[in-house]
């Protein structure tokens, strides 16, 4: 029995629910999570907004606004296939390294931020306090994630090899 092999249909979409569910609870918008785990779920990793729109049971003004999301936070890119009009959107290989390193930027846009919150709020008042801890804890991940993420793409290595 040569090929794929066969799929449930029913529990794929079961997952996907699930999945997304999860992620919305950890705060990630809904339909932009469940877009993110459809293509996580297919095997390409790479789905048109029509494929996504049938698979969620959803309108392509949905998939399209949740796609939009997805390529702002960089776990998602958009992609033409030569000679086609049609775009076709893919989940990059390393998403969750690909969104941390993204974090990396977002948390100095923070820090300058909390910076400016603490001079307006003045540090010696119990909010600019709160704001300086912030700061604090937020350079404190930015400094670690470099070697954190260095030290998942030694075990990504070990892991999977070159894939």
Do not use: K
Not at 9 to 18: L, N, Q, S
Not at 58 to 73: C, D, F
Not at 93 to 111: F, G, I, P
């Amino acid at each position: 029995m040569g090929g794929a092999a066969r799929r449930d249909e029913a529990a794929v979409d079961g997952f996907i629910e699930r999945f997304a569910g999860v992620l919305a609870d950890a705060g990630f918008p809904r339909m932009p999570a469940r877009i993110f785990t459809a293509l996580l779920a297919s095997d390409t990793g790479r789905l048109t907004a029509a494929e996504l729109a049938d698979r969620l049971r959803v309108s392509p003004a949905a998939v399209s606004g949740a796609v939009r999301y997805l390529t702002q936070v960089n776990l998602v890119s958009r992609e033409r296939e030569a000679g086609s009009r049609r775009d076709r959107y893919r989940v990059h290989e390393n998403a969750w390294y690909e969104a941390a390193v993204s974090r990396d930027q977002a948390l100095t846009r923070w820090e300058g931020s909390l910076r400016e919150g603490i001079e307006a709020l003045g540090p010696g008042t119990p909010a600019g306090a709160r704001l300086a801890e912030s700061l604090a804890f937020f350079a404190f991940l930015r400094e670690e994630l470099p070697q954190l993420l260095e030290r998942w793409r030694e075990r990504r290595e070990e892991l999977l090899g070159g894939a």
